[in-house]
């Protein structure tokens, strides 16, 4: 009895813990959230090819290293709405990069979250292989130190956010 009595209590803490965190965001894996689930936020939950260009950087793009020598560059409404920077919390900005081929090689991903990182934005960065894989995610030096050149345009480059 006492055993039934002490699986009644877990069943019943997974069962409370399953619904009550159903609806939370995406909870933060080691240095950010779960890259994992961020791509399926991104192409599952909202197919970021669907996504809008922003007006003024339209299309495939010559681009720079690391990221390529061409890209296109996909932001989801709360980006592509905004009016002045910072951007607002919700944001994403997804990159497409490519070889001179016009081989995709890999998808950078910029995702704003409330409280990630105060000091550089509060941007997490993702860099996915074609197929989704995460390589690097979190705060990566390479993207912070670079992207912080434009902190006073909340480190966007391809686009003067007014």
């Known amino acids: 009895m006492k055993k039934l009595s002490v699986i009644m209590i877990f069943l019943f ?12 965001p995406m909870k933060e894996k ?13 192409t599952k939950e909202s197919n970021y090819t669907k996504w809008s ?8 793009k010559p681009g720079v290293a690391p990221h ?8 989801n409404k709360l980006a592509l709405n905004a009016k002045k920077a ?6 994403i900005v997804v990159k ?5 081929a016009k081989e995709l090689k890999a998808i950078t991903v ?7 990182n105060p000091t550089k934005g509060d941007w997490f960065w993702a860099k996915y292989t074609p197929k989704g894989k995460a390589d690097k995610f979190g705060k990566p030096k390479g993207c912070v130190n670079c992207h912080g050149a434009k902190a006073d345009n909340d480190h966007v480059m391809v686009r003067t956010i007014k």
């Not at 080691?30 to 991104?42: A, E, R, T, Y």
């Not at 260009?53 to 495939?60: A, L, N, R, T, V």
């Not at 910072?86 to 944001?91: K, N, Q």
């Open 30 to 42: 080691s240095q950010g959230i779960d890259p994992v689930k961020l791509w399926s936020k991104i």
């Open 68 to 75: 390529g020598p061409l890209h296109k560059v996909f932001v």
């Open 86 to 91: 910072p951007l607002p919390y919700g944001s």
């Open 53 to 60: 260009f922003w007006p003024d950087h339209k299309g495939m």
């Open 110 to 116: 910029m995702y704003k979250i409330k409280d990630y």
């Open 13 to 24: 803490i997974v069962t409370f813990l399953t619904i009550s965190c159903k609806n939370e």
């Open 96 to 100: 497409e990069n490519y070889s001179k």
